[in-house]
């Protein structure tokens, strides 16, 4: 078992930045890909961007590449989210995810069902 905390979160005027903390305990961080999901009042929740274990390979929504950027600090058991150029259709909580290690995700991690393990989430809202 794995818990994941996330922080970082808050109110930022159209075209700030935020950055999200997301820190993990319990069982040992080695292994894991870590994903960012969100999800809108009466919306469904969707990807944002993922990383795997080594850093090596991230993934990112159309709606956020080039302004989202993903990072992992294994050392410190914490995955980062930079928020820049944020816009009002940011507005959302953001969720932390963590993968499986016995059971890698097949193919990019960019789905909710690679992903057992979740944060409580942090609210972001982008005032116009």
């Known amino acids: 078992q794995v818990q994941l905390v996330e922080s970082g979160g808050g109110l930022v005027q159209a075209g700030g930045s935020l950055r999200l903390s997301c820190a993990a305990s319990g069982r040992t961080f080695s292994g894991y890909a870590m994903g960012w999901f969100r999800q809108a009042p009466g919306k469904e929740r969707e990807f944002v961007t993922a990383?795997?274990?080594?850093?090596?390979?991230?993934y990112y929504s159309y709606s956020v590449e080039g302004r989202f950027t993903i990072s992992r600090d294994n050392a410190k058991n914490t995955v980062y989210l930079q928020m820049n150029s944020l816009l009002p259709d940011d507005t959302a909580v953001y969720y932390c995810?963590?993968?499986?290690?016995?059971?890698?995700?097949?193919?990019?991690?960019?789905?909710?069902?690679?992903?057992?393990?979740w944060g409580q989430g942090t609210q972001v809202t982008v005032s116009s």
């Open positions: 990383i795997t274990w080594s850093g090596d390979s991230t």
């Open positions: 995810a963590a993968s499986d290690p016995d059971r890698p995700p097949l193919g990019a991690p960019t789905r909710l069902l690679d992903y057992p393990y």
